[in-house]
């Protein structure tokens, strides 16, 4: 049995839930979310109440029956709160900057990076070459910084690259140091 599936999510108020044909569709403050149920799981929306039931039991369905209601949980928190990831770009030289719908990355390249920021998502430059991603999707937005990040990553020797505000970076010692040592 699912310890995750088997716990009821309680709708807050202002939140609207609606269920049609395997298809739900949440409503918000900040938004709306929609999500296909599988059909092995049934989704039950009573009294301001969402509990999710399994069809046929099976391993296939165990595991989709906590995954739903996680991610049906993920979909409350984000048209009522929404998510948001911060990411700080180190490096001389490095660079970020915003045109529109377009972020512009000077990432020691012989050219510079454009991505577009996809619809849906919300993207803030901050002080020191610090992106704040926030959206609704919680899906979308660790995305979108997933593939921010792929584009340089915070590389083991000098520091340099994407990371996200707080983490921390394990540093190596160069060549020319461990030859020192010896």
């Given at each position: ?24 569709e ?16 049934e ?60 972020l ?13 920021i ?58 020319k ?6």
């Open positions: 049995m699912s310890r995750i599936g088997k716990k009821i999510i309680h709708i807050p108020e202002g939140i609207t839930v609606k269920l049609e044909k395997g298809m739900l949440i409503k918000g403050p900040k938004g709306t979310l929609n999500l296909e149920i599988h059909r092995e799981i989704a039950i929306v009573r009294n301001k109440e969402i509990f999710f039931q399994i069809k046929n039991p099976s391993k296939k369905s165990m595991a989709l029956w906590g995954l739903t209601r996680t991610l049906v949980n993920n979909m409350l928190i984000g048209v009522t709160e929404g998510y948001q990831k911060n990411l700080e770009l180190q490096g001389v030289g490095f660079r970020i900057s915003l045109q529109g719908k377009k512009i990355l000077a990432l020691g390249f012989s050219h510079l990076v454009e991505i577009e996809p619809q849906g998502l919300e993207v803030k430059l901050g002080e020191k070459n610090t992106l704040m991603v926030s959206g609704i999707d919680k899906k979308m937005v660790g995305q979108f910084t997933v593939d921010l990040r792929e584009l340089k990553k915070a590389e083991p020797y000098k520091g340099k690259g994407f990371r996200y505000v707080g983490e921390y970076v394990r540093r190596k010692v160069g060549k140091a461990a030859a020192a040592v010896k």
